[in-house]
């Protein structure tokens, strides 16, 4: 059963930049979906970004089309949120998921409930 752990989050001040990481132990990442999700404080968990499982698809929320960038290595086991242009509204815990895709090599689940496998989650505060 795979482990996810992510890494990276921490202070920044609006319209900086960090970097997620997402590392996977006990499996493979290949054979997944990954997607990170946001949750702040008395809200839900709400999608952020998603890569298939092959070919490289992804789809990104609105909110932070064009300022995110996921991406995946899957030699390294590892899946990556960049993240540029951060906002205070940003800030939130960051998650990791891994959604079975065998089968299914460019489906980019955006729903909480498609993901089996999530990680502890790193926290992310932008100040203004």
Do not use: H
């Not at 540029?84 to 079975?100: F, I, M, Q, R, W």
């Amino acid at each position: 059963q795979v482990q996810l752990v992510e890494s990276g989050g921490g202070l920044v001040q609006a319209g900086g930049s960090l970097r997620l990481s997402c590392a996977a132990s006990g499996g493979t990442v290949s054979i997944y979906a990954m997607g990170w999700f946001r949750q702040a404080p008395g809200k839900e968990r709400e999608f952020v970004a998603v890569i298939s499982r092959n070919f490289g698809k992804t789809v990104y929320a609105d909110s932070v089309k064009g300022r995110f960038t996921i991406s995946r290595d899957n030699g390294k086991n590892t899946v990556y949120l960049q993240m540029n242009s951060l906002k205070p509204e940003d800030t939130a815990v960051y998650y990791c998921a891994g959604a079975v895709a065998t089968g299914r090599g460019t489906w980019t689940p955006i729903e909480t409930y498609e993901y089996g496998y999530w990680g502890q989650g790193t926290q992310v505060t932008v100040s203004s």
